[in-house]
């Protein structure tokens, strides 16, 4: 079994009792545990051993973080020491006060100083400072004009959107049908906004990871017998701002964040408003 790309994946091989013998009152939450490092998955009572055997045969331990992207943010960190910031930000619409440059992410202050330091109102994620450091360096800061298309479309999309499909859009799917009310609490928490059906979706709802680089998320219920399903959707001028690479990290950045919220015993809007 290769190592599971998130925590649904671990749930997919559980009997989906919620029995709580492992101590966690799901097993969604149990599921998220274990990707997170906090529980074993032999604490399953119900598991079968040799489902066991092969989880811990070819898996790696959870949340590794690969040395060459560690290596990526240091570059650029430094490339931002070299940078003129106040430049930057009139290039690509920011704000510079008082040695940093600062804009929104998902309706929160972020904000990168001259010494390449960030920081912000909320968690600095990896997925996170990699596309926003390279938004400030190499972004044209154009404006999105509205036309929206798979990754797929966008330059060098084609190549990666097969695993694009499998860690994000799979991933935010299977979160979606386990928590229909997802949507609802996106709009809140990260400042994005419900717009009209898109594409004949049943929910549709565009985030500003970065000011300029929307994204759209639209979901179809299962209906008539039909499965459902979801599709992530850039601006097409998303690769004008952002490399490929960047976007793909955003996608399946957005779709761990889904996952972890969700993970928190429960995902409602009640509790997300709290």
């Known amino acids: 079994m290769r190592p599971p790309n998130n925590a649904m994946e671990i749930f997919e091989l559980l009997d989906k009792s919620n029995c709580q013998e492992c101590g966690r009152k799901t ?17 399953c009572p119900r598991l079968a051993p040799e489902v066991i055997a092969r989880f811990y045969g070819e898996s790696l331990p959870p949340n590794m973080v690969e040395q060459s992207g560690e290596d990526y943010l240091q570059q650029l ?19 510079f006060e008082n040695g940093r440059l600062g804009l929104k992410i998902l309706g929160k202050d972020f904000r990168v100083d001259t010494d390449g330091r960030l920081s912000a109102d909320i968690h600095v994620n990896p997925w996170v400072a990699a596309p926003f450091l390279q ?16 990754l797929r479309e966008l330059s060098d999309g084609k190549a990666r959107y097969p695993l694009f ?36 979706s049943d929910i549709s709802v565009v985030l500003k990871p970065l000011p300029r680089v929307p994204i759209m998320v639209c979901y179809w219920r299962p209906e008539d017998g039909m499965a459902s399903n979801l599709k992530v959707f850039f601006d097409e001028t998303a690769d004008q701002n952002l490399d490929i690479g960047a976007l793909f990290t955003l996608g399946t950045g957005l779709a761990a964040m889904f996952e972890k919220l969700a993970l928190r015993h429960g995902f409602s809007v009640d509790r997300a408003a709290t």
Request: glycine letters at 10%.
């Open 135 to 150: 938004y400030v360096l190499y972004g044209k800061g154009v404006q999105p004009g509205g036309n929206w298309v798979s």
């Open 27 to 43: 097993c969604l939450a149990f599921a998220g545990a274990v990707y997170m490092g906090q529980k074993s998955i032999k604490d």
């Open 77 to 95: 960190v430094a490339a931002v020491r070299e940078t003129d910031l106040a430049a930057a930000a009139d290039r690509i619409g920011a704000r």
């Open 165 to 200: 499909q499998k860690r994000c859009e799979a991933a935010m799917q299977r979160v979606a049908d386990i928590y229909p009310d997802l949507f609802s609490a996106m709009v809140h928490l990260f400042n994005g906004r419900q717009v009209a059906r898109q594409f004949r």
